[in-house]
């Protein structure tokens, strides 16, 4: 199987909707196999722009740009891209900018690839040290309201915070 | 490649003789300096004091969500190598209103002028073209520096400026640092 056999048709619509009800228009990418159909959700809908990045990092500063001009961004990323990014979160927690970060995880809940486990137990705490708050998705029960208690927190109330999407939730990719 | 003659201090203000007309983003050190002293740290400024390497990708999100406004990045060449790949995510965006200038001293000024790559094998403006920024010069000269007010005008956005200085002090300007605080600056000024 060269494919991950990740269903990410079923939720993927809700998730895209839910962030565009919260006003989101610009999706900043690293591409992934978790966020793969929310970015293809970004890539057919008229009123909102994919961003390809090459690193995650760009992707929280071009929140930051947005976010100057009155737009809303969000980054999506695999949670080896947290090791990325923890320098330009200093505009989340010192700027107090909003960043909103999607998070697909890897060395988690039956995770069979080795060089996935470093990371994939370090994001949390990376998160945390910066001041990111998680809320964590481990069933389809949970998207929901941790998207709008995410966006709440980032776009209302001014927090920068992580929806984060739990091999739980997506299932391990097989090799 | 001939010894660049240019004084850092004094090329912002002619290439931008009408800086309202702008929004600037600016990275951090020297380039921060010498725009914060163009604008006299006005609100049409974002400074940086860290995160090395974020310039263009946030001068890129301030571009797409103000379509209408002359969106200008202020950077550095150690700083725009760190986050080289960004010009690669502004050539596939295309934004017509953001341009790029990487003010190139050849050295790391902020942290006691050690050497860096573009005085010795890399070429930035190179770099941006493969990058796929179709606009692209290079100033190196008084003569430039005219040709370059007219490309900011007149070439076709995104456009990238590597603008070669010589190794010398950036502006004696003290701006604000306190990010939140202008963060709310500069939003408040866009949308009143």
Do not use: C, L
């Given at each position: 199987m060269t494919m991950s056999s990740i269903d990410t048709g079923d939720w993927s619509r809700q998730l895209f909707d839910d962030l565009v009800a919260a006003g989101v228009t610009l999706f900043s990418y690293v591409p992934d196999a978790g966020n793969k159909r929310l970015i293809e959700h970004a890539q057919e809908h008229n009123g909102v722009r994919p961003i390809l990045l090459t690193t995650e990092e760009e992707g929280v500063a071009v929140c930051a740009g947005a976010d100057l001009a009155g737009g809303k961004a969000v980054v999506c990323m695999?949670?080896?891209?947290?090791?990325?990014?923890p320098n330009f979160l200093s505009l989340a927690n010192g700027g107090r900018f909003p960043i909103l970060l999607m998070v697909s995880m890897r060395?988690?809940?039956?995770?069979?690839?080795?060089?996935?486990?470093p990371m994939g137990q370090a994001a949390e705490p990376i998160l945390e040290a910066m001041g990111v708050l998680l809320f964590r998705v481990n069933t389809l029960d949970d998207l929901g309201p941790a998207t709008r208690a995410a966006t709440s927190a980032v776009f209302k109330g001014g927090q920068s915070a992580a929806i984060i999407l739990t091999q739980r939730f997506l299932g391990a990719k097989p090799f | 490649m001939t010894p660049a003659t240019l004084d850092r201090r004094e090329v912002l203000s002619r290439l931008?003789?009408?800086?309202?007309?702008y929004l600037f983003i600016s990275g951090l050190a020297g380039s921060a300096r010498d725009t914060a002293a163009l604008t006299n740290d006005g609100a049409n400024l974002f400074t940086m004091?860290?995160?090395?390497?974020?310039a263009t990708s946030m001068g890129l999100g301030v571009a797409m969500c103000a379509p209408e406004r002359k969106v200008v990045v202020i950077t550095g060449d150690g700083e725009l190598l760190m986050n080289i790949g960004s010009l690669a995510t502004v050539a596939t965006i295309n934004p017509a209103n953001l341009s790029i200038v990487c003010i190139d001293n050849g050295c790391h000024g902020e942290t006691g002028g050690q050497n860096g790559h573009t005085s010795i094998k890399t070429n930035l403006e190179m770099m941006a073209k493969g990058a796929g920024i179709d606009s692209t010069m290079t100033i190196a000269t008084e003569a430039d520096l005219s040709e370059g007010s007219r490309f900011l005008n007149?070439?076709?956005?995104?456009r990238f400026i590597q603008l070669r200085v010589k190794n010398g002090p950036p502006s004696d300007f003290k701006r604000n640092m306190d990010p939140a605080e202008c963060r709310i600056r500069f939003r408040s000024a866009l949308q009143p």
């Open positions: 695999q949670s080896s891209g947290v090791g990325n990014i060395g988690d809940y039956g995770e069979q690839n080795p060089w996935q486990y | 931008f003789p009408n800086h309202e007309d004091a860290g995160t090395m390497g974020a007149e070439a076709t956005g995104p």
